[in-house]
């Protein structure tokens, strides 16, 4: 089974690497992160650089398609190599997954169409001009699509994946071992909960965050 | 405020992914992944390599210190550079922290010598014997140390040091823009409530998931 983890410049660092440390642990995975030219892919801070070992081309075909969120998503909205990529690994995935604004790259490519998504809390009024059907929830599945809010979401969309591959019990086995009992210590990590102050400060820095 | 987050070969990519994507977004942190020689750094899969860019002498006094954990944290409990560097980034850092088996590291430079730690459960045995009071809880701060329990303990580990340092606001706005209000879909995260075969399987591959 290959899992092929898509990189481009300024991606989200923990978008790409929640999803990865999980399906990674899946038995007869292969997981490789391609990129359009292979080598280091720079995050959208500018700190952290994670080495694509295949080009888009070497991985034509993979079983699972990941793509991370990340400012950088807008610029991979053309119809270039990426897009290109997109539609025709698609066609031969048992699996196409998204985090945070990864979804919008699917939904781009017209992957989406008709199709319940969801995406970064900031973004959701993006999906449907792009033909996807919004769902303000943390994972959603729709047939072979499954897609992640944002960026720590990554993690519990990739334990429903590891689940839905694998079973039940070695998603909870990858669980247990990743001690995947979380505790923040703060009760603000979505819109509906937050302290108001920080949503709006947030909402006002929308394109910042975004792009 | 410079962080420092050490790579050695097998760490665990979500060990150091995880804080790093908290604690690189806080005002005025200048972020850098360190290691004895820059350059890709292979994690404990085999399939993800992230760039040391810097030498651990580029970087002798960082203000935080973060030590991941991963199956390579036994090659480097030597009195060899990279304990050095522990010992001497610790003389000056405001907060030295770790994750999963990086507390063991962080013991076996002797900086936990009768402080409150925490670690990956299933090496919950190793923290006396190097020293440190061992306490089982997801995230453990004791003066200017802060461990955290196996790999995504880091990201409440990171919240919480986060909020130390930049203030309650600063951290919920992080949380936030990470979306971080995590819905596992299985509740198997911790050994007192996976279902018991599961944690008897872990039990049984200890070695091969420590070491």
């Not at 809390?121 to 729709?142: H, K, N, S």
């Not at 990743?178 to 947030?202: F, K, M, Q």
């Amino acid at each position: 089974m290959q899992i092929a983890i898509l990189l481009y410049e300024r991606f989200t660092a923990l978008d790409a690497v929640g999803p990865y440390d999980v399906l990674s642990h899946l038995p007869g995975a292969e997981t490789v992160f391609v990129a359009q030219r292979p080598g280091p892919v720079v995050n959208e801070v500018g700190s952290l650089h994670l080495t694509a070992t295949a080009t888009l081309a070497d991985v034509p075909t993979p079983d699972v398609v990941v793509v991370p969120g990340g400012p950088g998503w807008h610029v991979q909205m053309i119809d270039g190599p990426v897009r290109q990529w997109l539609r025709t690994a698609d066609e031969h995935s048992t699996w196409t997954a998204s985090v945070c604004s990864g979804s919008l790259l699917l939904a781009g490519a017209g992957l989406l169409t008709g199709r319940r998504a969801t995406t970064h809390w900031l973004a959701d009024d993006q999906l449907a001009p792009l033909g996807a059907i919004p769902v303000a929830e943390r994972v959603v599945v729709d047939g072979k699509y499954i897609t992640a809010a944002g960026v720590s979401a990554g993690l519990d969309m990739a334990f429903t994946l590891a689940g839905r591959i694998a079973g039940d019990a070695v998603a909870q086995a990858i669980q247990l071992a990743h001690e995947y009992d979380p505790r923040p210590p703060y009760h603000a990590g979505s819109p509906d909960h937050a302290p108001r102050a920080i949503v709006d400060a947030l909402r006002a820095r929308r394109n910042a965050i975004l792009y």
